[in-house]
């Protein structure tokens, strides 16, 4: 929409202005100070307390003079290498990368050779700026652009940043920003995460993850997911948290105790460590204690996160996001280009049950060759399946893209359109994907789908949640907005009331009903989804054997009795400590 390469993962602050607390900062004095935010990935650790490194001080480099005339194409091209040089070091750490931290990589570096902020800044040093200003303002101009707009698009302002903090120091011959490399193991904190700080991270290194902003459903988390590691988000006065104090982060209940006592915390460590050895030996199938089968499967981007994923005991890929064979193009793939990419997938979980999600663009997610026009509110417009709507080619290619790859590998797909709102819309999908051999499906994001998931049933095969959109879209919040994490957290009960309604109206034709959402990642919320009577779960393949093991300690009544509670319930909160109370 602004010229920029589509960048799919971005947060929605600037981790280069978080500053290391002084030692003198009041939380000092407070031992055994509790914290609260929201839980994004369970588990127990204890360490010193990082921050991410400075910007770059811009101090004295703003107010140098203007360049005489033939300095300036030398200048230029000085720019022009710099943002070369951090674009390559970020396509080689995501080279050596897998899953969404090679997508945040991957994108991170297209973004620091985007034409759009590239010509800006150009266009001032051919004026007399010298690269480091005519950096700086050029990446502020469209900050200021995006911040305006809101929404899905403010969340690029950190990746904007980013790449400004580490092209000036590229230009200034200084070590880039970021994340330092702990020398022991160590918990971050930070206001909030450049994506591709957070793709980098060594979970040997950097065992725990703390913001002050972001959502359960931001990138931070989805990595943190990746990785393993405990990730609370939304956490209150972790500002005021130096760098260097010991704390305590339980990911279960989304608690930072700030200075805890030693014995304690690791000991608290060592009983999340025997419990996370018990689950690591789980081997599968999803099953209840009692015999109730759950499908448990993986969320995968590309055929190397799901041969990773063929590593843990998931039973198939729920959800294979297809938009990586689109975003970083000029033009559209060919149908040959895209079966080869499905059909690594395909290859990968021969056999099994893979979920194909046809493209979800449009939003934050522009394609550069499908039209997009500029929209007052991006997330409310042309995206998902209306992008397909208004380029009736992209759903047909890549629909006999999908057969082809089907055909190919001998594992016929099940394909899912995103963004459906209505029963029509939802037809005309199943229609496509039948005349192809396929079997239809759906994601149910929209509240309206929900509420109307008998009728849409009536078309199609299956059903799968997306609980991620369906929470902002329930709730009114935008997902990355950082001060309406709690709003939308999974756990709202108006969420899971819809999700309710949504298995209730499988169950009454005998189509199961999955929830792909990240939602599905928490074990404890993975009961109350079984409970609520949805039939598969799929999430970040480091999930599976958490949420395979926290399933075969609870009978099937456990969890209906858990649901049951949370759906009295009125706040995240309250949902969260219901479900405790049952399920222990």
């Avoid at 080279?95 to 800044?121: C, P, Y």
């Avoid at 200021?144 to 969340?155: N, P, Q, R, V």
């Avoid at 005021?240 to 014995?263: F, I, M, R, Y």
């Avoid at 902002?472 to 950082?482: F, L």
Wanted: proline share 7%; hydrophobic share 50%.
């Amino acid at each position: 929409m602004f010229g920029f390469t589509p960048v799919c993962v971005a947060l929605s602050m600037d981790s280069c202005n978080l500053v290391h607390m002084p030692s003198s900062s009041p939380l000092t004095s407070h031992s055994g100070l509790v914290l609260h935010g929201v839980p994004v990935v369970a588990g127990v650790q204890y360490g010193p307390v990082i921050r991410p490194g400075k910007p770059p001080d811009l101090g004295g480099a703003l107010a140098v003079p203007d360049l005489p005339e033939d300095a300036r194409a030398p200048e230029v091209e000085r720019f022009r290498a710099a943002a070369a040089a951090v674009a390559e070091r970020l396509r080689e750490r995501a080279a050596h990368a897998t899953g969404s931290a090679a997508e945040v990589l991957s994108a991170t570096a297209s973004l620091a050779q985007d034409r759009g902020w590239l010509g800006a800044a150009e266009k001032q040093i051919n004026q007399g700026a010298p690269a480091v200003r005519a950096a700086d303002a050029a990446i502020e101009q469209f900050v200021e652009m995006f911040t305006k707009l809101g929404g899905l698009m403010a969340e690029r302002v950190t990746d904007l940043r980013d790449i400004r903090g580490r092209v000036i120091a590229e230009l200034q011959g200084l070590p880039e920003p970021g994340v330092p490399i702990p020398e022991e193991p160590s918990v971050l904190c930070a206001e909030d995460l450049a994506p591709a700080d957070t793709a980098g991270l060594d979970p040997a290194l950097v065992v725990a993850l703390a913001t002050t902003l972001g959502g359960p459903t931001s990138h931070t988390a989805i990595i943190a997911r990746q990785l393993g590691i405990p990730c609370i988000v939304a956490v209150g006065g972790l500002d005021e948290v130096p760098a260097g104090t010991s704390v305590l982060v339980d990911g279960t209940t989304g608690t930072v105790t700030v200075d805890p006592d030693e014995a304690a915390a690791r000991e608290a460590v060592a009983d999340a460590a025997r419990a996370a050895q018990a689950a690591a030996g789980w081997s599968g199938p999803g099953a209840t204690a009692d015999g109730h089968t759950v499908g448990l499967l993986a969320n995968v981007s590309d055929g190397a996160a799901a041969r990773a994923a063929r590593q843990t005991p998931a039973e198939g890929v729920g959800l294979f996001r297809t938009e990586l064979c689109f975003l970083n193009t000029d033009t559209e793939p060919s149908v040959q280009t895209q079966a080869g990419i499905y059909a690594e997938v395909l290859e990968a979980f021969a056999g099994h049950k893979v979920v194909i999600r046809t493209l979800d663009a449009g939003s934050d997610k522009p394609l550069k060759f499908a039209g997009h026009a500029e929209e007052a509110n991006p997330a409310l417009g042309v995206r998902g399946i209306r992008v397909a709507t208004a380029n009736p080619g992209l759903l047909e290619h890549q629909l006999d893209a999908i057969a082809v790859a089907g055909k190919r590998t001998g594992n016929a797909p099940w394909v899912m359109a995103p963004m459906i709102a209505t029963a029509e819309e939802a037809a005309a999908f199943a229609d496509q994907a039948r005349a192809r051999g396929l079997t239809p499906g759906v994601m149910i994001e929209i509240p309206a789908a929900a509420l109307l998931a008998d009728r849409v049933l009536e078309h199609v095969d299956f059903l799968s949640i997306g609980t991620n959109d369906l929470a902002q879209y329930t709730m009114a919040a935008d997902r990355m907005a950082p001060g309406l994490a709690t709003l939308t957290d999974p756990w709202q009960p108006a969420v899971l009331s819809l999700v309710a309604r949504t298995a209730a109206a499988g169950a009454a034709v005998g189509k199961p009903v999955g929830v792909c959402g990240e939602a599905a990642a928490d074990p404890m919320l993975a009961c109350v989804l079984t409970g609520l009577g949805v039939t598969s779960l799929s999430a970040a393949a480091a999930a599976v054997r958490p949420v395979g093991a926290q399933l075969a300690r609870v009978t099937l009544q456990q969890c209906r009795d858990a649901a049951q509670a949370v759906l009295r319930t009125a706040g995240a909160a309250e949902a969260r400590a219901a479900a405790l109370a049952v399920l222990g």
